[in-house]
């Protein structure tokens, strides 16, 4: 089944040590999406790609970058994490044909220690 | 400013008895509208969709959702809810071919359905 697929489920790092988030999908959308979800608020939107073109949202942190090496792969890296980056990240795609519609991977829970 | 509201922080409804999740949205042109739910601890799940034609959509696990264009709201429905649906729902909107590809999201609603 085509899917959206995040890597790992769970991710705990201690303070200031860098990580990398790993999301992959198998439909072949141009439009990947990063987002960050704290105690069951609304995903906050931190950037999205379109094909390869990057667009960073204005209150995205400089900590948070993002790379897209190939249409299926895109990966999220936090430079220094800290304790406030604590949260569920979620990856998303969308086919970019107007309506936006987006599926979302199982998200990634990453513990700040 | 674009926004979409959804104006219950909660809504506890009991087993078998009919559920409304209120969404209510602000987006100028003519919006496509979405529903997602979210489980404990996994990623959000598309439920259903307006984008255009009859304004009662249906969509997955017996939901459905009916669009009114003056009211500018989406609000979620199910006849009959069941202790399962209990999740976190979001309401989305997407303001159409000016959007950068973007959803305008809700605050979320956390239904409970009670035995």
């Known amino acids: 089944d085509a899917m959206v697929i995040q890597n790992p489920r769970y991710q705990v790092t201690q303070f200031g040590k860098p990580v990398t988030l790993s999301c992959s999908q198998t439909l072949n959308h141009n439009v990947m999406y990063w987002y960050q979800q704290k105690s069951s608020q609304a995903p906050k939107l931190l950037f999205h790609y379109y094909d390869k073109d990057f667009n960073n949202e204005a209150d995205t942190p400089d900590n948070f970058q993002s790379r897209r090496p190939n249409t299926s792969f895109c990966f999220l890296d936090i430079r220094s994490p800290g304790l406030g980056d604590a949260a569920m990240y979620l990856c998303?795609?969308?086919?970019?044909?107007?309506?936006?519609?987006?599926?979302f991977g199982p998200g990634t829970r990453l513990t700040v220690l | 400013a674009q926004s979409v509201a959804q104006p219950e922080d909660q809504v506890n409804v009991a087993e078998g008895n009919p559920l409304t999740v209120k969404c209510t949205y602000s987006?100028?042109?003519?919006?496509?509208l979405f529903w997602y739910v979210q489980y404990p601890n996994r990623g959000l799940q598309f439920l259903l969709k307006y984008i255009t034609g009859d304004n009662l959509v249906k969509g997955s696990y017996g939901f459905e959702a009916e669009f009114n264009k003056s009211q500018t709201s989406f609000h979620l429905k199910k006849p009959s809810a069941l202790v399962s649906d209990s999740a976190l729902y979001f309401c989305a909107v997407s303001p159409g071919m000016d959007s950068n590809y973007q959803l305008i999201w809700g605050a979320g609603t956390k239904l409970i359905i009670k035995p």
């Open positions: 987006v100028s042109g003519n919006p496509y």
């Open positions: 998303a795609t969308s086919g970019g044909r107007g309506n936006n519609e987006q599926f």
